[in-house]
């Protein structure tokens, strides 16, 4: 079967990170994603250090497979032209600028809305469309910091550290597509498109769930928990004899199989432990007692005893023992994508899988311009010529 | 306008976290989701300790606004037909079982699909339908250490720990409404359901991204960095005379900047620091050096002469600090919902916004059963006595 956005055309002018992994979820969906980038020059994450491979930045491959890329002057008359003309033959317009830039380029939604009234507008932004902040600049880690995540990230009693994944432009990124897919959706009963607006910021409050919600109720204010949890125990990280592993064992049924891979049966019936609330109550004492037993014997015993027990658990991988599990290969996480600019490069897959749709092949994220005279002679019929004379003016 | 979703049924037996943050989602949307709970029971999130108000757990309430709850024994002849009935009706079952699950309960998509053609059929599991750790129970913190995300969320040099944000269970959620809502769309081209399968699993690999792909360049594997940043530089959390702020000055615009608001004007040309790949190399040199200037001054004069200059910068906020920020309440990320049930109460809203919609109303949390009756007799016609006959057989 087809992949669900096939025929769906997404004009990307997003760069860096929020916008392209949520451009990147669409583009595995189906959608013919354009990268429009400026000429000469691209989205900025080409040039990230440290790591490339014939010129291209591992940071850019990382977030832009499925996509195509053409560059196009937007500040120039016959720029602006070409674009409206992709307009009308598109479905989004997706981008990553700071309020005000759409307005200032002419490519704002009450703009694109009158040359297609189909076309959706989605932005994501560091704090959105409107309100105080709404100028400001902002990355990952500012975002991280100020929705809050970030002070109840770390180790037990410490000091807050970031999240290792950048969340807060991901979750921006993972939101927006949310916003298009759902206007794609609304736009089949009403022929209308519509205007998608996403907050790095925003995206923060909304992973915040029950830590918001504690401090709604009760004033709770979280503080890094290390690998704990703040209302089930018990849930953490333990040294074994060698590796660190974690067991995630609250519910009843799997507190009562944890002691019997322990061996502590008896700590089963024991008041202190028995049920959810007496545990979170004991829990440093019972944290201590069940790190004395795990430093007794290597992660992959205590792993094995605890699976063959039905115990929640696992080791904690770093990216190498990650990326060679064999649940994540039979998945399909890891994927060949060659390009006929720099060859074939290693790439994680979608974690959006439909029954029935191969989920192993995608395009390989695409060389600087690489679609350009494609897009321009199929998509608007341009002559070669004509291809030629725009790219000698550098309008593209 | 009306929400995207407007008129589309989601049938929602899932529980806890992952699976219920993503209906969470298509019910912001505008989706009417229905929770399908087990009777006298219902989500197990509706015990988690430790805050309640009026019987309601803040866990339970932080994820489960804009749904409704009824009540159906699945495992009763009368139940199953009553789900069969809700199947004809509806769009999307969702749920976040087990592999296996709804085979046993005989609702597995192929069953589904005879009734109803229509009929999206949506699962998150710990590892997906798929693999040789299929049919493991999986948490939050055993994916988040499997994926190998922990593995560099930490202080610099220390110890793992995991992300504040239980995103191995949300990134699931997230994930499994991009599938439904993909699946929506093509639904309207093709007239056909679809089975979506997301493993959380999964979810973390496909948010390593960079991290990921530096290991396929070069064989980068990563470590905790604290707040910093592997490849960009300097972007972390500075101790100020008071509070700890964070900055992301990577980019050479932003670096110049920063150079100014110091009063280190002669920084910016240094050699040693004056492009991306320099500042990547001096990193400890550089990082040390601003460290002894930002704790010579408050943070908020800090904030202050940072944003003048046009840094990206912010507080690390806790969450009583985060949920107060004006941007925050400017955005309508703070809300109330009123039920008959318990109450008002605050919670946050939604970050995916479309101009001219309201997004400051949500309907509350259910309470177990809420919408027994409306759901049975509004949807599937039946009269108040068969209702109640269901009642007091326990059928619901």
Request: a negative charge; charged letters at 20%; hydrophobic letters at 40%.
């Amino acid at each position: 079967m087809e992949r669900p956005l096939t025929g769906i055309r997404v004009l990307d002018l997003s760069q860096f990170l929020a916008g392209p992994y949520g451009s990147m979820v669409l583009g595995d969906l189906g959608a013919d994603v354009l990268k429009i980038e400026i000429p000469g020059k691209g989205d900025g994450s080409r040039e990230m250090p440290p790591h490339f491979i014939h010129g291209q930045s591992g940071y850019f491959l990382s977030m832009n497979r499925s996509k195509k890329s053409m560059t196009l002057n937007l500040k120039s008359d016959d720029g602006l032209k070409i674009f409206y003309d992709l307009v009308r033959q598109s479905d989004v317009v997706y981008d990553n600028f700071r309020p005000g830039i759409l307005e200032r380029l002419r490519i704002d939604y009450d703009t694109l809305k009158a040359i297609n009234p189909r076309i959706i507008s989605a932005s994501v932004s560091g704090y959105g469309q409107t309100g105080p902040l709404k100028d400001r600049p902002a990355f990952d880690l500012v975002v991280q910091a100020m929705g809050g995540i970030m002070s109840y990230t770390g180790p037990l009693g410490g000091e807050p550290v970031r999240m290792g994944a950048p969340m807060g432009d991901l979750a921006g990124g993972i939101f927006a597509a949310h916003g298009v897919l759902a206007a794609l959706y609304q736009r089949e009963r009403t022929g209308e498109g519509r205007r998608v607006d996403v907050a790095l910021l925003d995206s923060q409050i909304a992973l915040l769930i029950y830590r918001a919600v504690y401090y709604f109720l009760a004033g709770e204010v979280a503080v890094p928990a290390g690998s704990g949890h703040v209302s089930a125990v018990p849930i953490g990280a333990f040294k074994t004899q060698d590796i660190h592993i974690v067991i995630d064992a609250n519910g009843d049924k799997f507190w009562r199989a944890l002691c019997e891979a322990i061996e502590r049966p008896e700590w089963a019936g024991d008041p202190r432990f028995a049920d959810r609330a007496g545990r979170l109550q004991h829990v440093d004492e019972l944290m201590a007692l069940l790190q004395e037993i795990f430093v007794t014997r290597p992660g992959d015993e205590w792993i094995e005893r605890l699976e063959a027990a039905g115990v929640p658990c696992g080791p904690i991988n770093t990216v190498d023992r990650a990326l060679s599990d064999p649940q994540v290969l039979a998945r399909n996480m890891i994927v060949d994508a060659t390009s006929p600019a720099y060859g074939t490069v290693k790439l994680t897959g979608s974690p959006i899988k439909f029954h029935g749709t191969d989920d192993a092949q995608y395009h390989a994220p695409p060389a600087l311009g690489e679609h350009a005279e494609e897009v321009l002679t199929d998509w608007l019929g341009l002559s070669a010529e004509r291809v030629q004379a725009l790219r000698e003016q550098g309008v593209i």
